[in-house]
């Protein structure tokens, strides 16, 4: 690995407007660094007070933050490399002027340098007071070529640590009674299975308790539904992380959501989470309680 790469825990992302820069914000947080977009650049020595947290940190800087220059920037660059503990490398995303102008067009923004004149006149002056940043920069990608989808594969390529699943998975539990979440990105109704709630020892319990949760998978279709509804998660979350998915929210729902919905939510999670994934489980109906 190199260091624009591996070693840096301050990574300074900055090129032209247009070449992808927010889109590689967005990608190193996804990945786990701390980002920041365009702060002040007299604020940004203070981010070098203290020691290090352990958290790699990506910044976004372009000529649009305030007191922009490549002077302030190259200084700021060599005060991390002289702060013990800290080091530094600068991600330059290039795009060529032409495909520039033709996102200018399809957006039908201005360019912050000229809001009043052709996006030409201001990519052209904005690429030459970027020059010398392109030049000393540790790592450059032309994004001429490339959709956001690809940027962000790249990065991970570059920046992500292999060793680590990306993919957040939320497990919900709820009642259809309340409707769907929102945000859920697939949804199961356990409503087929046996109801704890016509138990009277059972009906004030949850499907955290071992009682309801034996009543639950007593069920003989459980053992079938279960098996399919993890082998369907080993299938599909994979192919959301190579889709560049950061986060995937699974519903789980019955009557009340506080019995059958929650025991599977509490058995998928576990099985998940033991599998290595990084899971998080809520319960919609018994968080209201």
Not at 76 to 85: A, D, R, S, V
Not at 101 to 114: F, G, M, N, W
Not at 130 to 141: E, G, N
Not at 243 to 255: I, N, V
Request: neutral net charge.
């Amino acid at each position: 690995m190199t260091k624009a790469t591996q070693q840096s825990n301050i990574v300074l992302v900055t090129g032209p407007s247009g070449a992808g820069r927010s889109t590689a914000i967005n990608v190193f947080e996804d990945i786990g660094f701390e980002t920041i977009d365009n702060m002040p650049l007299s604020l940004l020595p203070r981010l070098l007070s203290g020691h290090p947290n352990g958290r790699k940190i990506a910044l976004g800087v372009d000529i649009r933050a305030r007191d922009f220059s490549v002077g302030t920037v190259l200084d700021f660059y060599e005060e991390i490399e002289n702060t013990e503990g800290f080091s530094s490398a600068i991600l330059f995303l290039d795009c060529d002027t032409n495909k520039l102008v033709q996102r200018y067009s399809e957006t039908r923004r201005r360019h912050p340098l000229t809001p009043d004149e052709t996006p030409e006149i201001g990519i052209e002056k904005e690429k030459k007071i970027l020059t010398k940043l392109r030049v000393l920069a540790d790592a450059l990608i032309d994004t001429s070529n490339l959709s956001p989808h690809d940027l962000k594969a790249e990065l991970k390529k570059w920046y992500g640590d292999a060793d680590e699943t990306r993919l957040a998975i939320t497990i919900h539990s709820f009642s259809y009674k309340r409707g769907v979440p929102r945000g859920i990105d697939m949804t199961y109704d356990c409503r087929f299975l046996k109801n704890p709630h016509w138990e009277q020892a059972l009906r004030s319990l949850n499907g955290k308790d071992i009682a309801v949760a034996d009543f639950v998978k007593s069920d003989k279709r459980f053992d079938e539904f279960f098996k399919r509804l993890n082998g369907m998660c080993d299938f599909l979350l994979p192919a959301y992380i190579d889709e560049g998915k950061a986060h995937f929210s699974l519903g789980l729902g019955c009557t009340g959501g506080q019995h059958r919905s929650v025991c599977l939510a509490e058995a998928l999670g576990k099985t998940l989470a033991d599998s290595g994934w990084q899971v998080s489980i809520r319960h919609r109906e018994l968080e209201r309680q």
